[in-house]
């Protein structure tokens, strides 16, 4: 006999009132799901598809306006605290306290959920020995890596026994390292603990590990199964294609994206293209002609592509690429627009940045990568002029950062992780008031305000708040601020964190036309694949250099510094690694590396 699902809903609508008018707006409309218990679920979807609400209700937090929903046989809607009395409820701002250290947390938390002393202990060693927290437990939660908060978040989650586990965006903002080891955590409490788990992410790769996952769009649910019956949806459209000599991958992918006729995705992989055709016997696209291609087995996330596609969903961006004809722009011989030498930054005796030298030239697309806390944040902040360097050398679009961060300021533009707009105004209130925060005046003010609201397809959201929009509108908005006043460079810092793969699509589209057009971009990213996207990438950890070139030469440094077999390739047989492989290998040799250094150093002063 199958046990009852841990999550049972039947016809769930909840729409809610859009702030300032008489108007609502469908957040869950007619979604019917049911997640077996002792299973690993996910939620994807676009931005603004359902997935938090429907967590939240869940949560007994929300109640639906119609249809009924059962969590662990309870009827969430009348009986709510019974429900959180069993379930544990992690959301995307899930409060740390800075100020109190690790333990301190864990006791906060185990008072609010009344967590009986006599069981404590034994519980927290487990969650200790789980998240590898155990030797910081004296340590601030303030002073903890991104990684390390997510732990520690988990933990406090954790810190009763729940039968029902909900995750609204767990890894969002977390290194690829940091990340697999929550996803180790969390397959081993369904596996050992027999835990239903139910996540939502923006991450398709995240979903692959789920049994169940339900496709989200516009409240409704589009699809729902396991990974590889979605899979099934792109199967024999799934194509790798080198492109042309002297050309990025990132150059044949816009073109292909442009190609709405004969291509329903297009992304860079491992130096290359991956792309999904119309169907097993459509036509060529014509981009490729010439150029050598190859089959490869879907994943879910071209699956997830194609019903989207299905959907009507994917033609949301307006970018075209520059023409075809245009020849291949190299940066070999472009000016020198960013100078790093030997750039140190110490907070006290901590040192967050050390010895650090590289240069970026006009028209690159360059990248910042790192676990977190490996000193990249610091180094990009000193590259805006936020920061002052500690020692060592750095000029930004010709000017000296030491002696006149304002001068370069407004040569840059900056798009932080967490968008500084204004909620309360409205777009065109926005750029008004960054034009002018730029020295825009007049005609001209108006004329560049036209000209991004035109680019990022504004236009028909002029006076709506910013805080009412969508992610992927505020993130348009946070980019035609940044580019008002037409910056030589722009910093990007972690501008896709938590993005749909739709947004993300978009937004590198849009990225590619900026840099073809001669301006210089400097991306912080956790997203492995986007390095692909990039000319050159840096890792750091510690603050030191671990590897600078091309996304081709990291992973070549990668595979040849591996222990034998300790590298796999990627998904098709081609036997490259994948960037996100290759980080892992590159920070995980230097960790070893160092580690084995501090034992020898500690063996040569002992007596």
């Known amino acids: 006999m199958n046990a009852a699902p841990a999550l049972d809903g039947r016809h769930l609508r909840r729409r809610f009132a859009v702030a300032g008018t008489r108007e609502h707006t469908l957040a869950i409309d007619d979604v019917s799901l049911q997640v077996a218990t002792g299973s690993l679920a996910a939620l994807v979807g676009p931005d603004g598809a359902g997935k938090t609400t429907l967590l939240r209700m869940a949560a007994g937090l929300i109640v ?13 809607a009348r009986h709510p605290q019974a429900v959180q009395d069993r379930i544990s409820y992690m959301p995307q701002r899930f409060g740390l306290y800075d100020d109190l250290s690790v333990q301190e947390n864990l006791d906060l938390y185990a008072d609010l959920h009344g967590v009986p002393a006599g069981q404590r202990q034994a519980r927290y060693a487990q969650l200790m020995e789980m998240t590898d927290l155990g030797r910081f437990k004296t340590r601030l939660a303030g002073q903890l890596s991104g990684g390390m908060k997510q732990k520690l978040r988990l933990a406090c989650t954790l810190v009763r026994s729940p039968e029902l586990l909900l995750l609204d965006e767990p ?3 977390v290194d690829p390292l940091s990340r697999r080891e929550l996803w180790e955590i969390v397959q081993a409490l369904v596996s050992r603990e027999h835990l239903t788990v139910i996540v939502s992410t923006a991450y398709l790769d995240e979903a692959e590990r789920c049994s169940q996952v339900f496709l989200l769009r516009q409240g409704k649910v589009l699809a729902a199964g396991d990974p590889a019956s979605l899979r099934q949806h792109a199967d024999k459209r799934c194509f790798v294609a080198t492109p042309p000599a002297g050309r990025p991958a990132r150059w044949l992918q816009a073109r292909l994206l442009d190609d709405t006729a004969h291509v329903v995705d297009a992304v860079p992989q491992a ?3 991956r792309y999904i055709g119309m169907g097993p016997d459509a036509e060529v696209p014509a981009a490729l002609q010439g150029l050598a291609r190859r089959a490869v087995p879907a994943r879910l996330e071209d699956g997830f592509m194609v019903l989207l596609k299905l959907s009507g969903t994917t033609s949301t961006s307006s970018v075209q690429a520059p023409g075809a004809a245009a020849p291949p722009r190299t940066q070999d011989g472009a000016e020198t627009v960013i100078e790093v030498r030997d750039l140190v930054r110490k907070f006290g005796d901590f040192v967050a940045v050390a010895n650090t030298t590289f240069s970026v030239r006009r028209g690159e697309v360059f990248g910042l990568l790192g676990p977190n806390g490996a000193g990249k944040t610091t180094t990009f902040r000193m590259l805006c002029g936020l920061l002052p360097a500690t020692s060592g050398s750095l000029s930004v679009a010709g000017v000296d950062l030491r002696h006149a961060r304002a001068e370069a300021r407004r040569r840059i533009g900056y798009v932080a992780q967490k968008f500084s ?5 409205t777009v065109a209130d ?3 008031f960054f034009a002018g925060a730029y020295g825009l005046r007049g005609a001209h003010a108006a004329q560049r305000m036209a000209t991004v609201t035109a680019q990022f397809d504004l236009a028909g959201l002029s006076h709506t708040p910013s805080g009412q929009l969508p992610g992927g509108y505020r993130q348009r908005l946070a980019m035609a601020t940044a580019l008002l006043h037409e ?3 722009l910093f990007l810092d972690e501008p896709t964190s938590g993005a749909d793969p739709l947004a993300r699509r978009e937004f590198w589209r849009r990225i590619t036309a900026l840099a073809e057009q001669g301006t210089t971009v400097v991306v912080t990213t956790h997203f492995m694949e986007e390095a692909e996207y ?3 990438i840096v890792i750091q950890d510690a603050g030191h250099v671990l590897a600078l070139g091309t996304p081709l030469q990291v992973r070549q440094q990668a595979r040849q510094h591996a222990p034998p077999g300790s590298m796999p390739g990627t998904d098709d047989a081609h036997g490259e690694v994948s960037m996100e492989t290759a980080f892992i290998g590159i920070v995980e040799q230097a960790r ?4 084995k250094g501090l034992l020898s150093a500690a063996a040569a002063r002992s007596p």
């Open 487 to 489: 910056p030589q460079i």
């Open 430 to 432: 926005n750029l008004r």
């Open 171 to 173: 890894t969002v903002g």
């Open 421 to 425: 707009l204004y909620g309360n105004l």
């Open 592 to 595: 070893q590396t160092a580690g």
């Open 271 to 273: 130096g290359e293209v």
């Open 534 to 536: 990039c000319d050159r």
């Open 64 to 76: 639906p306006d119609a249809g009924t929903l059962g969590v662990l046989g309870i009827d969430v």
